[in-house]
């Protein structure tokens, strides 16, 4: 995944998986400074597994990936559970600033 070689080459650590029953299991037993959630991801859905997650951890911040425009979509994820949203594709610097908001 790019955005885990970004992330990677800035030093940040970071851990990948393609399911949801993995990405809530991962977040129930670890402690993480942030979690980046793809929105749209065909058979995950980042929106429901975000309110799965926010049923037991609150304040963890999560970051929407979507390709989706981002005006139409952006308060709709926020209503889920996401502190912010992302739109691919982004800019690495952008993206940076975005996530330093959070960590």
Same mark, same amino acid.
């Given at each position: 995944m790019i955005t885990k070689k970004i992330l990677i080459n800035k030093g940040i650590i970071c851990e990948l998986v393609d399911n949801r029953e993995d990405a809530i299991d991962l977040v129930r037993k670890s402690k993480f400074d942030l979690v980046l959630m793809d929105a749209h991801l065909p058979g995950i859905n980042g929106t429901i597994t975000t309110e799965l997650i926010r049923i037991f951890d609150k304040t963890t911040p999560i970051i929407a990936f979507t390709a989706i425009t981002l005006h139409e979509n952006r308060k709709m @994820? @926020?209503? !889920?559970?996401?502190? &912010?949203?992302?739109?691919?594709? !982004?800019?690495? &610097? &952008? !993206?940076y600033i975005t996530i330093a908001e959070y960590i």
């Open positions: @994820l @926020l209503s !889920f559970g996401m502190n &912010e949203v992302i739109t691919k594709p !982004f800019a690495p &610097e &952008e !993206f």
